[in-house]
């Protein structure tokens, strides 16, 4: 059972340079959610979706784009990155809102430099 | 806006020693509460939850209770082991996303 998995685990950019964090899930969960995570921050919502076709804005969304065409797959575009994207990026999913938990992945570790 | 406020750490207890991690929460409504941990290396994993007030979630020894009253969600422990040592974010859910606190880093040692 693979739950939700991230890839990559590690990257490194430089300034100006785009790239895509992939994610996936094989739960079946409706809602998906980027976060970052800064150190002695918590984590802040990028992005989410409520099912497919459907994405929101979350708290930290510039410089950030995301899509949603499958159930399964809820990739985050970082275009022109800067170092202040520098950040544990994690993504999560659940089969609704209210009480249900979140499920997270492993996270990608991504430096700007 | 909905809100978590956890004390800071970092915590560092002995095994087997009593751990309290303090949670407060601002909301509008009557929102879900959540405990959160993240060992070394991976995502946060559910610990335990509680959707109204009074509510006491419970899970591997730690155990929290909803309090209305005081706007609280304290995280305890009775005995702590070298294992637990994560970091732990208390969480609310106010509409379609979580909000969660900084996160208490707990080292426990031997």
């Known amino acids: 059972n693979a739950g939700v998995t991230q890839t990559p685990k590690f990257r490194i950019l430089k300034i100006g340079q785009s790239m895509t964090l992939q994610c996936t899930q094989d739960?079946?969960?409706?809602?998906m959610y980027w976060y970052r995570q800064d150190p002695g921050m918590g984590l802040k919502l990028i992005y989410y979706?409520?099912?497919?076709?459907?994405?929101d804005k979350g708290e930290v969304p510039n410089g950030y784009n995301v899509s949603r065409s499958t159930t399964e797959d809820f990739p985050l575009r970082l275009e022109l990155a800067a170092p202040s994207q520098t950040s544990v990026y994690f993504c999560?999913?659940?089969?609704?809102?209210?009480?249900?938990?979140?499920?997270f992945g492993n996270g990608t570790r991504l430096t700007v430099t | 806006g909905d809100s978590v406020t956890q004390m800071e750490g970092p915590v560092t207890l002995s095994e087997e020693a009593f751990l309290t991690i303090n949670c407060t929460y601002t909301?509008?409504?009557?929102?879900?509460l959540f405990w959160y941990v993240q060992y070394p290396g991976e995502g946060l994993q559910l610990l335990l939850k509680?959707?109204?007030?009074?509510d006491k979630g419970s899970n591997k020894g730690f155990e929290a209770t909803y309090r209305k009253e005081t706007t609280s969600f304290h995280l305890e422990k009775g005995s702590v082991q070298v294992s637990d040592s994560a970091v732990y974010f208390c969480?609310?859910?106010?509409?379609?996303?979580?909000?969660f606190g900084a996160g208490t880093r707990l080292t426990v040692k031997p």
């Open positions: 999560a999913s659940s089969f609704r809102t209210g009480n249900s938990p979140l499920h």
């Open positions: 739960m079946n969960h409706n809602y």
């Open positions: 979706s409520v099912g497919a076709g459907i994405t």
């Open positions: 909301a509008t409504g009557y929102p879900s």
């Open positions: 509680a959707t109204k007030a009074d």
């Open positions: 969480a609310l859910t106010p509409n379609n996303d979580m909000r």
